[in-house]
């Protein structure tokens, strides 16, 4: 049974860089069927596509979050990683990691999530 | 890209049927037939419910279905059920290979 375990640093300071890992077992995340994706979700507010990684390594990112995120992944540890840099207080939320069905175009598998508060 | 316009709140009792809308544009919902549905419970993580449109996932309950029509998704939900209550968002693809989400729409069961 797949599940998926976001884990990370829950306060943050302005300007700093937020790291997050989402674990994976029961599935690999060199499966070729699928992305490995990031969501947000601010508190009270809806849900925002961050990016996704390709087993390939190829990634896909938000465009209105382009130059300030990054996702990778460690096939030997099964994981794979958010960095989000500069950030503010706008990016405080729960932060999501998903298994993307990329043929069928949705998230087919999520973990609990993780609140990441960024404040000074 | 935009988010996908979701009404913000929909309302019903216990056994009537309502509808969600999803409006996006021909770049994303018009363009593709795969839209997804995503049912979430407060302190919970979103469950999908719909993919490709019309599909449900396996076990799922046949009182969702999905719809499209030129720009606009559709979910619906018949028969509802005290347990429907919750946040309901949709997603699509959109360009440069990207997902976009919907702003969310709150479901109470009166």
């Known amino acids: 049974q797949l599940h998926l375990q976001e884990s990370g640093p829950g306060l943050l300071k302005p300007s700093e860089t937020l790291s997050l890992t989402c674990s994976v077992s029961?599935?690999?995340?060199?499966?070729?069927?699928?992305?490995w994706g990031w969501i947000r979700q601010p508190p009270g507010k809806g849900l925002e596509w961050l990016g996704s990684v390709y087993f390939r390594g190829t990634t896909y990112y938000n465009p209105s979050l382009k130059s300030r995120v990054a996702i990778s992944r460690d096939t030997s540890r099964e994981q794979f990683s958010l960095k989000l840099n500069s950030v503010t207080a706008a990016d405080t939320a729960v932060y999501y990691c998903?298994?993307?069905?990329?043929?069928?175009?949705?998230?087919?598998?999520w973990g609990q999530g993780t609140l990441v508060t960024v404040s000074s | 890209q935009s988010a996908l316009t979701q009404p913000a709140t929909v309302s019903g009792s216990p056994g009537q049927s309502i509808t969600i809308s999803c409006t996006g544009s021909?770049?994303?919902?018009?363009?593709?037939?795969?839209v997804s549905w995503y049912q979430q419970h407060p302190g919970k993580a979103p469950k999908v419910i719909i993919y490709?449109?019309?599909k449900r996932p396996s076990g799922l309950s046949n009182r969702f279905s999905g719809s499209k029509s030129g720009n606009t998704a559709s979910l619906t939900i018949s028969g509802l059920q005290a347990e429907d209550e919750g946040d309901y968002y949709c997603?699509?693809?959109?360009?440069?290979?990207?997902?976009?989400f919907g702003g969310g729409t709150k479901l109470t069961v009166l």
């Open positions: 021909s770049s994303d919902v018009g363009r593709y037939n795969l």
């Open positions: 998903a298994r993307h069905d990329g043929s069928r175009e949705h998230f087919d598998s």
């Open positions: 997603c699509s693809p959109g360009s440069s290979d990207s997902m976009i």
């Open positions: 490709e449109g019309t």
């Open positions: 029961g599935d690999s995340v060199s499966n070729d069927n699928y992305y």
